[in-house]
Nanobody, 115 residues
Framework: QVQLVESGGGLVQPGGSLKLSCVASGSAFRLYLMAWYRQAPGKQRELVAT???????NYADSVKGRFTISRDNAKNTSYLQMNSLKPEDTAVYYC?????????WGQGTQVTVSS
C-alpha cells in the first residue's frame, strides 16, 4: 500500500508562490505516475498536473505557464511549484500516484490565495 504525505500549503497573496511536496512510500517511486489534483469548496476535484518522469508533464489549461510539476526519485518526492497564484487557485491540493493497478491519494494540503 503506497502512502503519500503532502506538505507546503498555506496562505499566500495574489501573485505569490508556493511549492507543494508529496513524499511517497515504497521502493518503486521512479515507476510511479504522479499527479496533483485540487478541489475548491463546492466544486469537483480537478486534475492540475501529471508527470511520469522525463519530460512527460501535462497541465490543466488554467495553470499552464504558472505551475511546474517535478520529482526527485532519490527522495521519493513529487513537487508542485506554483507561481503567479490567483484567488481562483484556492483549494485543497492532493497528490496521487499510480503504478499499474495500484493507486493512492494523499491527505491534502490547503492553499489559500487572498490579500
Amino acid at each position: 500500500q503506497v502512502q503519500l504525505v503532502e506538505s507546503g500549503g498555506g496562505l499566500v497573496q495574489p501573485g505569490g508562490s508556493l511549492k507543494l511536496s508529496c513524499v511517497a512510500s515504497g521502493s518503486a517511486f521512479r515507476l510511479y505516475l504522479m499527479a496533483w489534483y485540487r478541489q475548491a469548496p463546492g466544486k469537483q476535484r480537478e486534475l492540475v498536473a501529471t508527470e511520469a518522469g522525463g519530460n512527460s508533464a501535462n497541465y490543466a489549461d488554467s495553470v499552464k505557464g504558472r505551475f511546474t510539476i517535478s520529482r526527485d526519485n532519490a527522495k521519493n518526492t513529487s513537487y508542485l511549484q506554483m507561481n503567479s497564484l490567483k484567488p481562483e487557485d484556492t483549494a485543497v491540493y492532493y497528490c496521487h500516484s499510480q503504478w499499474g493497478s495500484r493507486t493512492a491519494w494523499g491527505q491534502g494540503t490547503q492553499v489559500t490565495v487572498s490579500s
